[in-house]
């Protein structure tokens, strides 16, 4: 059965947004005319047909939420601008999207536990359509998928039974490059060690660790311990001074979430900043400033803003179109080093 066309990939044909793509078909202005007459045309001679956008403006509107729930703003805001525009291009399909955001600091805590709790409890009883969570396992997960609200997962899988699909970062291949990159810029002759999110059930920081034994055989780096920092930055600073103590002969660190941090200003106050080779996970404004430095050698980016914008685009058309979504979609890691950190 051949593939069903849909506006995506109109606009990707004649290289346009899909924003303008959905005013063509409905009439609506701020399109020239010879704009309009090529997407007319384009979409008579793919075979589209546009039912599921005429059916989007009689029904009523679907209602989704976006659940941010991290240790760190930086890193979920950008996830919620990937959900943002996906949601700027459906603006035309009936479509409504609220956004639930953790600013309180680690998400290892009672008050992280409670809010996520309650943000369940009240995307339950709101009766959402479906909800894009950024989170883990709650005990009213449930809740949700019980109310017949659509779940799908990003950044972090929860229970297979508990949500519809999840998009996610490849771990696996992140831990496996990083275990690579340590190789290649550290001391082979030293061990290294794994600064780890922790959150062992469903959790991306355990198939990095994975992915990173794996490579092993390839790379034979002696892996000397994990230790775990529950993305707090207090813990990440001195549990890695205590491993800094345990292990004085150390070549090298990967740091396989967000919270590097910790990790790096231990290593700096040690003055052993460029003596032990540093591998971290994806990009905020001061590891910037320690990667022109030299003090960090890579990092591997995850990309949340392509996590968020694919997994509600999913999401939409899963309840909107009944279109099954992979169980799993994939975001591949890139590497981030000096010579191309202006790209990210």
């Known amino acids: 059965m051949d593939k069903r066309v849909t506006i995506y990939d109109i606009a990707a044909k004649l290289g346009i947004s899909i924003a303008t793509v959905n005013r063509a078909l409905t009439n609506k202005p701020r399109v020239s005319v010879e704009t309009r007459q090529r997407v007319l045309n384009a979409a008579k001679e793919m075979g589209f047909t546009p039912n599921a956008l005429a059916r989007s403006l009689s029904r009523q509107p679907i209602r989704l939420a976006a659940v941010a729930f991290t240790s760190f703003p930086e890193f979920h805001n950008s996830f919620l601008a990937g959900v943002k525009a996906s949601v700027d291009e459906l603006r035309d399909f009936n479509v409504h999207v609220d956004s639930y955001s953790y600013d309180q600091g680690p998400t290892n805590s009672a ?59 490849n771990g696996h291949v992140a831990g496996r490059v990083a275990a690579e990159l340590l190789w290649h810029y550290g001391d082979k002759t030293r061990p290294v060690l794994i600064a780890s999110g922790g959150e062992p059930q469903y959790s991306i920081h355990t198939e990095m660790v994975d992915g990173f034994r794996e490579q092993l055989p390839y790379t034979p780096l002696q892996l000397a311990g994990i230790y775990a920092h529950y993305d707090d930055p207090r813990i990440a600073y001195t549990e890695t001074m205590r491993m800094l103590d345990e292990h004085p002969t150390l070549g090298g660190i990967y740091v396989n979430s967000f919270n590097s941090l910790g990790v790096i200003k231990a290593v700096v106050e040690r003055g052993l900043a460029g003596r032990i080779c540093l591998v971290t996970s994806d990009i905020y404004q001061e590891l910037r400033g320690y990667i022109q430095e030299g003090i960090v050698s890579a990092s591997i980016f995850q990309n949340q803003y392509q996590q968020g914008k694919k997994g509600l685009r999913l999401l939409y058309h899963s309840i909107a179109d009944g279109i099954k979504a992979p169980d799993t979609t994939m975001i591949e890691p890139q590497i981030i080093l000096r010579s191309n950190l202006e790209l990210f």
Request: charged share 15%; net charge neutral.
């Open 111 to 169: 008050q992280g536990s409670a809010f996520l709790n309650e943000t369940y409890t009240c995307i339950a009883a709101a009766h959402y359509d479906g909800a894009l969570v950024c989170g883990k396992t709650s005990d009213q997960t449930r809740i949700l998928s019980d109310k017949g609200v659509v779940v799908a997962t990003a950044i972090n899988d929860i229970a297979p039974s508990m949500r519809s699909f999840c998009v996610k970062y």
